[in-house]
């Protein structure tokens, strides 16, 4: 029984001493993994957490450094479209306004709307019309675009407008084809009738040196032989006037008056004729243009009218003179439509030119705004850059319909204005 308690006692001081071994062991678990709450608390885990927190941010830093400086520059690349779009509006609208203030100027006085009609028709640079046409084009496009009444993010309406300019743009090719078949009628021709044709040149000239004083050859170029014709009728004009002044004015018959007031209209015209030639004109049109105005039919058949009317009170020498008048007057007729015929020939020729170039041109344009709008709207950070491509393409399509007016309005007042060559004056061509 002794033995057995004693037994006993062992055994309950073995389990306490078993205890505290195994304890030592469950207090060594949590330090050797401490749980989540006691890292959150701010034990060493933490700091060495931060510390790897803190190796990693400079490339972080670098690579927030780098979306704000693109962001900047995107921002002023914006700002920079953005200006200068205002700036072009801004000086396209002072442009607008004044030439708005020019033209209400001009077109309220009724000389300065002939002089700028008759700048528009006949004198004015066919260059500067066509600028000015495509120019108006592109700022009106402009204008519409930025005040939103025509979208260049609306893909459908972008290609399907310059589908169909480059559409129109074919039908230009009959025009150019049909201008050029006009000028070549008049190249071709068999050996006999080119033959004749030179020789009815060659016999003008001969009439024209026969009438003028001078050289007995007359120039080649237009301009020097158009002024030594016009030289020649002022002098004869002159000649007669002065012969019709020898008798005083109580004396002076109403024959003498009527015949001298002729021959002074005919000398001022000469006169301006050849101050203008002698100026040095460039082209054929420059010749023709300062005759335009005259109706030369007309004074010729002044002068045989005056000379069948005041027959028996003139004398035999201011009846030929008074001819020879007429007759002059026929010639310069003559001349000034065989040098239109040279100057439409060359315009033509010009017209045909500039149209296909500026097509080319157009339909290249046109078709790289397709492409562009093929897969949608393009992706760009702003539309200012898109609305000028969008608005310069449209302005560049309409560019040979620009030329053909500019060219074709000219052409047809120098025809009107010459059409009946002789005896006969339409109506609306006389410009005395």
Same mark, same amino acid.
């Given at each position: ?18 205890? *505290? ?108 019309? =066509? ?14 675009? @930025? ?29 150019? =084809?049909? @201008? ?24 003008? #000239? #001969? ?14 170029? *237009? ?22 002044? #020898? ?8 024959? $003498? ?20 030639? %002698?100026?040095?004109?460039?082209? =054929?049109?420059? @010749? ?12 010729? %058949? ?6 069948? #009317? ?18 002059? %007057? @026929? ?72 030329? $053909? ?28």
């Amino acid at each position: 029984m002794t033995d057995s308690s004693d037994d006993t006692d062992d055994l309950d001081d073995t389990g306490d001493g078993d205890e *505290p071994t195994d304890s030592p062991s469950e207090t060594a678990l949590p330090a050797a993994g401490p749980p989540p709450e006691r890292t959150e608390s701010g034990d060493p885990g933490e700091e060495a957490g931060g510390a790897d927190d803190d190796a990693d941010d400079p490339t972080d830093s670098t690579s927030t450094d780098s979306t704000a400086t693109d962001s900047s520059l995107g921002l002023s690349f914006v700002t920079y479209v953005l200006r200068l779009t205002y700036a072009f509006l801004v000086i396209g609208a002072g442009v607008l306004a004044a030439g708005a203030r020019i033209a209400f100027h001009h077109l309220g006085d009724a000389d300065r709307r002939g002089r700028s009609r008759r700048w528009l028709f006949l004198e004015g640079d066919r260059g500067v019309i =066509v600028a000015g046409f495509v120019g108006g084009v592109f700022a009106v496009a402009i204008l519409l675009g @930025v005040s939103d009444v025509i979208g260049v993010r609306e893909s459908r309406f972008v290609t399907t407008m310059f589908s169909t300019m480059i559409a129109g743009l074919f039908s230009f090719i009959p025009i150019v =084809v049909s @201008v050029n078949q006009l000028i070549v009628s008049r190249l071709f021709g068999t050996p006999d009738r080119l033959s004749e044709r030179i020789d009815d040149v060659r016999e003008f #000239r #001969r009439r024209v040196e026969s009438r003028t004083p001078g050289s007995g050859v007359s120039p080649t170029e *237009p301009g020097p032989f158009f002024a030594r014709l016009a030289g020649t009728l002022g002098n004869r004009a002159d000649t007669l006037a002065a012969r019709c002044d #020898r008798t005083d004015d109580d004396d002076r018959s109403p024959a $003498l008056e009527a015949v001298s007031a002729y021959a002074v209209r005919t000398g001022d015209h000469a006169e301006l004729l050849c101050d203008r030639l %002698n100026e040095g004109p460039e082209s =054929v049109f420059d @010749v023709v243009l300062p005759a335009l105005d005259r109706d030369y039919a007309s004074d010729a %058949n002044e002068a045989r009218r005056l000379a069948r #009317r005041f027959d028996e009170e003139l004398s035999t020498r201011t009846r030929t003179l008074l001819s020879e008048l007429g007759e002059l %007057n @026929v010639v310069v007729d003559a001349t000034r439509q065989y040098f239109m015929a040279i100057y439409l020939q060359q315009e033509l020729a010009r017209l045909s030119r500039r149209i296909t170039y500026s097509g080319t041109a157009a339909l290249l344009t046109s078709t790289l705004v397709i492409m562009i709008y093929a897969s949608g709207y393009p992706p760009v950070a702003h539309e200012g850059p898109l609305l000028v491509l969008v608005s310069l393409a449209l302005a560049m399509a309409f560019s040979p319909l620009a030329i $053909l007016f500019a060219y074709v309005i000219r052409i047809a007042t120098v025809l009107k204005r010459t059409s009946a060559p002789g005896a006969f004056t339409p109506p609306g061509e006389s410009r005395r």
